[in-house]
């Protein structure tokens, strides 16, 4: 297994990946928690129904060039992964790396998974996704990521790499996988750019077209995961879909602290 390297630079916006501060931005800012979570937040009641335990441990996963290294970072708080790029570069995208941080007394280890359907041979892949299987088949939690900006998803191709990718997962991992994954949209944070009728929307229009997007696209991963891939309804209808920015930008048109969020809905879906 890979080691943790020491980090090349602190990430923007640190203090929100410490499990506590997380919680504590978000208690402390309630109006700013997205409109469908004010009523029913209570930090009080999510900190008593965590377990005393003393490690974390999740899985990232997801296609080739979905932001996986950059999202481990943001979660992390430090720069741990390469990302981009240098990670195609230097040969690692099959590679099934670990990063460990104590956080509160908590050691929470990030599993940075190899890109799926990015076309390594056969063989390779089913090698890499065999070790996942072996290694994280225990992981408290997965995170699965999907850009929000993919087009060629929401248009429904039938070439979907995506869908390639979530149907190869739930071969090796079966469809409990789904139980307990949240699908993570990375990207979020070019959205609006990529939106030319946003441009002249105030804030609270541009919020009410985010939450539609968000909305669209869990219907589709519902529908995807029941239709395509054959994952029983009673666990399709409950995956969570999160929208996730980049750590240096965290904020997006329905919320403030998307890193801080991000980290709520971990926490909410392992208590």
């Given at each position: 297994?890979?080691?943790?390297?020491?980090?090349?630079?602190?990430?923007?916006?640190?203090?929100?990946?410490?499990?506590?501060?997380?919680?504590?931005?978000?208690?402390?800012d309630?109006?700013?928690?997205?409109?469908?979570?004010?009523?029913?937040?209570?930090?009080q009641?999510?900190?008593?129904?965590?377990?005393?335990?003393?490690?974390?441990?999740?899985?990232?996963?997801?296609?080739?060039?979905?932001?996986?290294?950059?999202l481990?970072n943001?979660?992390?708080?430090k720069?741990?992964?390469?990302e981009?790029?240098?990670?195609?570069?230097d040969?690692?995208?099959?590679?099934?790396?670990?990063?460990?941080?104590?956080?509160?007394?908590?050691?929470?280890?990030?599993?940075d998974?190899?890109?799926?359907?990015?076309?390594?041979?056969?063989?390779?892949?089913?090698?890499?996704?065999?070790?996942?299987?072996?290694?994280?088949?225990?992981?408290?939690?997965?995170?699965?990521?999907?850009?929000?900006?993919?087009?060629?998803?929401?248009?429904?191709r039938?070439?979907?790499?995506?869908?390639?990718?979530?149907?190869?997962?739930?071969e090796?991992?079966?469809p409990?996988?789904?139980?307990?994954?949240?699908?993570?949209?990375?990207?979020?944070?070019?959205?609006?750019?990529?939106?030319?009728?946003?441009?002249?929307?105030?804030?609270?229009?541009?919020e009410?077209?985010?939450?539609?997007?968000?909305?669209?696209?869990?219907?589709?991963?519902?529908d995807?995961?029941?239709?395509?891939?054959?994952?029983?309804?009673?666990?399709a209808t409950?995956?969570?879909?999160?929208?996730?920015?980049?750590?240096?930008?965290?904020?997006?048109?329905?919320?403030?602290?998307?890193?801080?969020?991000?980290?709520?809905?971990?926490?909410?879906?392992?208590?």
């Open positions: 297994m890979a080691e943790m390297r020491e980090p090349t630079e602190p990430v923007a916006g640190e203090s929100l990946t410490v499990l506590s501060e997380a919680l504590e931005q978000i208690h402390l309630k109006a700013k928690l997205p409109a469908e979570l004010r009523d029913s937040f209570d930090l009641e999510l900190k008593d129904a965590l377990p005393n335990a003393k490690s974390l441990s999740i899985l990232v996963s997801g296609k080739t060039g979905v932001g996986k290294s950059c481990v943001g979660i992390i708080g720069t741990v992964a390469e981009g790029d240098k990670v195609i570069r040969g690692k995208t099959s590679e099934l790396r670990h990063y460990t941080r104590n956080v509160d007394g908590v050691d929470v280890t990030v599993w998974s190899p890109g799926l359907q990015d076309g390594t041979d056969n063989q390779a892949q089913t090698s890499c996704i065999s070790k996942m299987r072996d290694k994280c088949s225990t992981a408290d939690l997965a995170l699965y990521c999907i850009k929000m900006v993919e087009t060629r998803f929401i248009r429904g039938t070439d979907n790499p995506d869908v390639n990718a979530m149907a190869r997962i739930t090796t991992f079966g409990n996988f789904w139980r307990n994954t949240i699908v993570v949209l990375t990207f979020a944070n070019i959205v609006e750019a990529m939106k030319v009728g946003w441009r002249k929307l105030d804030a609270a229009a541009k009410r077209e985010f939450q539609k997007e968000l909305q669209n696209w869990e219907k589709i991963i519902q995807v995961l029941m239709n395509e891939i054959n994952v029983p309804r009673e666990i409950t995956v969570l879909v999160v929208p996730a920015g980049h750590y240096v930008d965290i904020q997006l048109p329905d919320r403030d602290y998307w890193l801080s969020m991000l980290w709520f809905h971990c926490l909410e879906a392992i208590a």
